[in-house]
């Protein structure tokens, strides 16, 4: 099956990915479609990715972040990727990742269209962690073999921790007001890699937010690449999303690199947050 088949291709080259990272961590000339600086090691790992996944029987398209437009290769899913996600993390040493969207429609697409989500981590251990058909299931690949590690993912029922990008200077005053709230009751850990915020929310319950910025108003992250299928995995371990007003996987998308707001974790602190931003601005 396809999304099995995409996985597999992902859980075999990252080890290769990880053990080249450490070659790849200099800055290149160009900028990637975003306007973000690009390091060697995400042009390297987007080269990898795009060679081995557009070769899959059943995929159609493939986009990277790294990438201005969607490549065709074939007939059936979609599939697009952060190849290397948090790459600024490469020069502190701090965990990166690749994040994985497996959609049933052309890009751009809306994340209702996902059928799986996955990431990998770069961390201590390298762990593939895919939301695919109602569950989350979490495996660490170690010497060529993929051990599960947890085989049926949920946020716990007692959140502990967040983590919020952006900086307080940077928040317009209603997200401001709502981390005010968050940082009474939650221990702050943030990372500044998407995948390792988010993963430590899912470990222990809490909220990871990349918001609305008073000088960029859809936030940082990308909605293709990032914001969607984080919040599928999200929403499958049963936790929630919110781009401040719905479930990211119903937010729309116009083009392929378009960003957005990001809040993802326990239900109740995205319920909270959605509550106080239609309060603030009707719509
Ligand atoms: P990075 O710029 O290092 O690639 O996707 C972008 C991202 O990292 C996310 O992984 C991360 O959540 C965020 O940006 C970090 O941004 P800040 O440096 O502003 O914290």
């Given at each position: 099956m396809t999304v099995t088949a995409v996985f597999d291709a992902v859980a075999e080259l990252a080890p290769r990915i990880r053990a080249g990272l450490i070659e790849r961590r200099d800055p290149l000339e160009s900028e990637n479609a975003s306007g973000d600086t690009q390091l060697a090691a995400d042009d390297w790992a987007d080269t990898l990715f795009g060679e081995r996944l557009t070769a899959i029987d059943g995929v159609g398209e493939y986009a990277s972040e790294e990438r201005d437009g969607v490549t065709d290769c074939g007939e059936g899913l979609s599939v697009a990727v952060d190849p290397l996600d948090g790459s600024s993390n490469l020069q502190s040493n701090n965990p990166v990742g690749t994040i994985v969207g497996v959609y049933d429609?052309?890009?751009?697409?809306?994340?209702?269209?996902?059928v799986a989500a996955g990431y990998v981590i770069y961390g201590p251990t390298t762990t593939l962690t895919v939301a695919r058909d109602g569950t989350v299931r979490t495996e660490a690949l170690v010497d060529g073999d993929r051990r599960p590690v947890e085989r049926d993912q949920t946020l716990p029922g007692d959140p502990t921790v967040f983590g919020f990008g952006g900086g307080p200077d940077s928040w317009t005053p209603r997200f401001a007001a709502y981390a005010e709230g968050v940082q009474h009751e939650l221990k702050c850990r943030y990372g500044g890699a998407l995948v390792a915020d988010v993963n430590q929310v899912l470990e222990y319950g809490g909220v990871f937010a990349y918001p609305e910025l008073?000088?960029?108003?859809?936030?940082?992250?990308?909605?293709?690449?990032e914001g969607a299928p984080i919040a599928y995995v999200i929403e499958t371990a049963g936790g929630a999303s919110s781009d401040?007003?719905?479930s990211l996987l119903d937010r729309p998308i116009d083009s392929l690199h378009d960003r957005t707001p990001v809040h993802v974790g326990s239900r109740t602190y995205i319920d909270r947050l959605e509550e106080a931003f239609l309060q603030e601005v009707p719509q």
């Open positions: 429609a052309d890009l751009p697409a809306r994340g209702r269209d996902l008073v000088s960029r108003p859809s936030g940082k992250l990308r909605h293709q690449f401040g007003r719905r």
